[in-house]
């Protein structure tokens, strides 16, 4: 035992030593060489897509409550679990509208619909907008005196996309406004309302698009039915959950008047200069007004057998009555608006049958409006500013 002591220390230890530094040393230049390789390989790729590459799930780009999303071919974002939105393929057009109501909720044929671009969304996320927007100005000046170049006005409006859409940059407004405008032979005003409406609404911070419903043919025009036809073609672009129905010649003078939806239906040009900045009546619902797309739904639309002028306002008031709602309004002040002058349009004389039919509101809401509209597709405009889509609506029965 004496003999193997020495063996097990002193200097005898030395090559266990050597050998154990020895090893240190060549899994510290293995583990260098790992990181080296690791940062190159990290370099050229895309980093974006480094939480899909690990598992970790993305905060949804379209909702404050925080809910997951999964990212779409097209780069979009949907809350995991809901439904894909249409197609916006521009070789795959949007379906045109049909007769009966499953073919506005269906795809069918088939239509001449380009595709329509929405806003980029980036993967990071991004906090919901304020409940009231801090870049609003208050009133404002509202003329009609100086010529509006459409051209000039989409490059003064570079956050506008084609089609006429707009999403903030910086936050996720939870308001999806589809605003359509029932339209015929008023290019000079669709002018001015592009012209002071769109600053309006990006400083609102709105997520919008701008639909003007063109009727075409010379039939007697029909307001109402080309509401309709806007709600249903605006939702196969979009998941709208907000519908601003506007007259082309109302401007409001304070953007603190938001066009969006709220609670209970809600109605807009409360205070027209043509009627002395006042409510003409309890009941008038007309100009502008924005109603969800539950609400509208729960309403049946809007009466599609008012041709020419008149009625159909009335009509809308009486159908959110019967179906237990209330209108809200802003008050008289921040819901100025201004109108462009003009004479009457042709083809657009006064409706001598509007008292009686609002008399009978009750006994036809519900056979007279989405479930019984009726129209083709003749031609749709992706504009710089909004998108024009060119009906053939009939003509009275």
């Known amino acids: 035992m004496r003999f193997r002591e020495p063996l097990l220390g002193g200097s005898a230890a030395m090559p266990g030593a050597s050998l154990q530094r020895a090893c240190r040393l060549l899994v510290a230049v293995c583990a260098l060489h790992l990181g080296v390789t690791l940062v190159y390989y990290l370099a050229g790729r895309d980093l974006s897509r480094l939480p899909y590459l690990v598992g970790i799930p993305t905060p949804l780009q379209g909702g404050s409550n925080g809910a997951l999303a999964v990212r779409q071919p097209s780069g979009e974002l949907r809350p995991r679990g809901a439904a894909p939105p249409p197609s916006l393929d521009a070789s795959e057009p ?26 980029p969304i980036t993967a990071l996320s991004l906090p919901a907008c304020p409940e009231e927007s801090p870049l609003l100005v208050g009133p404002m000046l509202i003329e009609f005196n100086v010529p509006v170049d459409l051209t000039l006005l989409a490059k003064q409006n570079p956050e506008v996309k084609v089609g006429g859409r707009f999403a903030p940059k910086d936050c996720i407004s939870p308001h999806k406004v589809a605003i359509i405008i029932p339209f015929r032979n008023r290019q000079e005003h669709l002018k001015y309302w592009l012209y002071y409406l769109h600053p309006i609404l990006q400083r609102q911070q709105l997520d919008y698009g701008i639909y003007v419903i063109n009727q075409g043919g010379d039939s007697m025009f029909n307001r109402a039915k080309l509401l309709n036809v806007g709600f249903q073609e605006a939702l196969k672009d979009y998941d709208y959950n907000c519908f601003v129905f506007s007259d ?5 003078m304070d953007d603190r008047n938001t066009y969006r939806c709220f609670s209970q239906p809600r109605h807009i040009s409360v205070a027209m200069d043509k009627f002395g900045f006042s409510l003409p009546y309890v009941q008038y619902f007309g100009g502008v007004s924005a109603l969800s797309k539950q ?33 809200s309004r802003p008050n008289a002040v921040v819901g100025k608006c201004r109108m462009i002058r003009h004479s009457r349009d042709k083809k657009n004389e006064p409706n001598p049958q509007r008292f009686d039919r609002i008399a009978h509101t009750k006994e036809t809401m519900l056979s007279d409006g989405l479930n019984t509209l009726t129209y083709k597709v003749l031609d749709v405009e992706r504009n710089p500013l909004y998108t024009k889509i060119t009906v053939d609506v009939g003509t009275p029965s």
């Open 94 to 119: 949007r379906p045109s509208p049909q007769s009966s109501p499953d073919a506005d909720s269906h795809p069918g044929p088939t239509s001449n619909l380009t595709s329509a671009p929405l806003p």
């Open 248 to 252: 082309v010649d109302l401007i409001p």
């Open 295 to 327: 609400q509208f739904l729960t309403i049946n639309g809007f009466p599609n057998n008012y041709w020419g002028w008149g009625g159909e306002d009335d009509d809308i008031f009486n159908r959110l009555v019967f179906r237990g709602m209330s209108i």
